[in-house]
T-cell receptor
């Protein structure tokens, strides 16, 4: 069964450093998303991406965050200057069409900012 | 701003019995509702969805019920199995060109053998 692949599974970084979280969505999917889950809290929407541009972003997704689809397969989330409160599980998801068929999520990257 | 609420953080059920997980929402513009299951160290896995034009959707052991007037949905798992033990999230999606899901805080289901 096709899956969404995320790397690395765990990233530890110093506060103020830049991190890039990588995702390979399912190949024929058209809609891409990043969500995060701070430990013990709910899964929160960060950004959606379609047709090579951001279609929607949340208040969390400020100027420190950016997304890119540099080639036909990768979808990356960059945090320019990490803060302690960025520590969370980051989930990438993709979807062939919007609507009620649900996303396919990756297994997540645990980001720890120290 | 909790638009999607799961008021029970945990639930324990005996194997073979019915598990009922509940979810309430506040935004009447939501028109798709979904349930996801999450195991530790894995991403959420899509389980079942329901459109606002329906009040029930069934898939094997899983049934989702939607009560629009009460802004309430529930997931029934019958019969419950130990492998169903996981965190269950309900999520909602609205119209107006938004494709994001708003998730609840999750309910941890434990099915006891």
């Amino acid at each position: 069964e096709p899956e969404v692949t995320q790397t690395p599974s765990h990233q530890v970084t110093q506060m103020g450093q830049e991190v890039i979280l990588r995702c390979v969505p399912i190949s024929n999917h058209l809609y891409f998303y990043w969500y995060r889950q701070i430990l013990g809290q709910k899964v929160e929407f960060l950004v959606s991406f379609y047709n090579n541009e951001i279609s929607e972003k949340s208040e969390i997704f400020d100027d420190q965050f950016s997304v890119e689809r540099p080639d036909g397969s990768n979808f990356t989330l960059k945090i320019r200057s990490t803060k302690l409160e960025d520590s969370a599980m980051y989930f990438c998801a993709s979807q062939i069409l919007t609507g009620g068929n649900g996303y396919t999520f990756g297994s997540g990257t645990r980001l720890t900012v120290v | 701003d909790q638009q999607v609420k799961q008021n029970s953080p945990s639930l324990s059920v005996q194997e073979g019995r019915i598990s009922i997980l509940n979810c309430d929402y506040t935004n009447s513009m939501f028109d798709y509702f979904l349930w996801y299951k999450k195991y530790p160290a894995e991403g959420p896995t899509f389980l079942i969805s329901i459109s606002s034009i329906k009040d029930k959707n069934e898939d094997g052991r899983f049934t989702v019920f939607l009560n629009k007037s009460a802004k309430h949905l529930s997931l029934h798992i019958v019969p419950s199995q130990p492998g169903d033990s996981a965190v269950y999230f309900c999520a909602a999606s609205g119209t107006s060109g938004t494709y994001k899901y708003i998730f609840g805080t999750g309910t941890r289901l434990k099915v006891l053998a």
